[in-house]
């Protein structure tokens, strides 16, 4: 079956798209240090340049990688994870398969190639063993804590106060004091249960807990009109409930929506709820700051 300049124009891109992401798994498996992951990474990339050498094979051209991509995904590997990032990376290539269409039909040997794709490198990327997801329990337990306990407080404050560097002071004191008696906590309850990381996993939880403070605690630092600081703090939690969700959804292949609306339910729910709290405790009591 003949093909067509449409084809052509297909074939090049899934060239492009194969040597680019041949480059970026041969750009990590030269950065880690771990012996299996760096075999994994150099697996991936062999199967790559295969397909990249097939579809050269088929349209006659050279092309050259997508280099703004693969240093694009070579540093969200390395500040988010690699697991992360390759998975990222195959989202992308998975929606490419799409494209494929009728070229399935015209050339023997394509359906083998998106076996390839789905089967193998699949197999070998659940083979990579990613420090920061096997701590990603206690990065839920610090940062889901922090969004509740935080956005809450700094609610009804924001009601009972009526004054940005009070309710910033009353804040960050809450948060600090809260991220270590919860990283104690988690510590604790790690070394009980014999886990030989439990400080490593008290550190994360922490470091989830005051990174999350401090990003809810800003606006009111910033800006002088407490309840647009209340607002900016409120929008200000939904983006890292968006982000950290789009995390785990990514690197653990699970669901984003169900995971997002539980957390943003509770997150909002308790911050309504602490905001008529601070209302009332304003009526009631009488204070005037």
Not at 7 to 31: A, G, P
Not at 75 to 89: N, T, Y
Not at 196 to 210: C, F, N, Q, V
Request: charged share 25%.
């Amino acid at each position: 079956m003949e093909l067509t300049k449409s084809d052509y124009k297909k074939i090049h891109q899934f060239q492009k798209d194969e040597i680019t992401e041949c480059r970026i798994y041969e750009k990590l498996s030269k950065r880690v240090k771990d012996e299996n992951n760096k075999q994994v990474l150099s697996d991936i990339a062999d199967d790559e340049k295969k397909h990249y050498d097939f579809w050269e094979d088929v349209s006659g051209k050279k092309i050259s990688p997508n280099y703004f991509k693969v240093y694009l995904f070579y540093f969200i590997s390395v500040v988010f994870g690699l697991v992360f990032g390759i998975k990222l990376l195959e989202k992308g290539e998975e929606q490419a398969q799409d494209v494929y269409g009728d070229i399935t039909n015209k050339i023997e040997g394509v359906k083998e190639i998106i076996s390839d794709e789905y089967d193998h490198e699949s197999k070998l990327i659940a083979m990579i063993d990613d420090d920061r997801l096997n701590y990603v329990g206690s990065v839920v337990l610090g940062l889901n804590d922090a969004l509740v306990e935080l956005t809450g407080t700094l609610a009804g404050l924001t009601f009972a106060l009526r004054n940005t560097n009070l309710i910033a002071i009353s804040g960050l004191i809450t948060g600090i004091a809260a991220s270590f008696s919860m990283a104690a906590s988690e510590y604790l309850a790690k070394k009980s249960d014999g886990d030989e990381d439990a400080l490593k996993s008290s550190l994360y939880t922490g470091l989830a807990y005051i990174v999350t403070v401090t990003l809810l605690v800003l606006p009111y630092l910033l800006i002088s009109q407490y309840f647009i600081s209340l607002i900016v703090t409120l929008a200000v939690a939904v983006l890292v409930i968006v982000f950290f969700n789009f995390y785990i959804a990514i690197a653990k292949d699970l669901s984003f929506k169900k995971r997002f609306l539980e957390m943003f339910a509770i997150s909002m729910g308790v911050a309504v709820f602490s905001f008529l709290v601070g209302y009332l405790v304003r009526i009631f009591f009488g204070v005037d700051i």
